[in-house]
């Protein structure tokens, strides 16, 4: 995967993903979080920020080491296997 990052502002970063073999998907909590790590490993954004997907924002944020990310859970369709 490779994730394109615009940063809005310190509070704010946009993110779209591209996956090999499927394309730009909609959200990616691994990639949202990825790219948030990177931004403050570089003083680009504060603790928390807000990642801006095309289905909705998430809120990223690092304490004691670890990631926590928040945001919606939509339910978009089913399946059987």
Known sequence: NIDF????????????????????????????????VISKLFNKCNNPVNVILPYGTLKISEENGNIYMEGPATYIGSGEY
């Not at 509070?11 to 073999?21: A, F, H, I, M, P």
């Not at 959200?27 to 948030?36: F, L, R």
């Open 5 to 36: 990052v615009e940063l809005i502002d310190e509070n704010n970063l946009k993110v779209k993903t591209y996956e090999r073999g499927i394309g730009f998907t909609k959200a990616c909590g691994t990639g949202s979080s990825a790219s948030y």
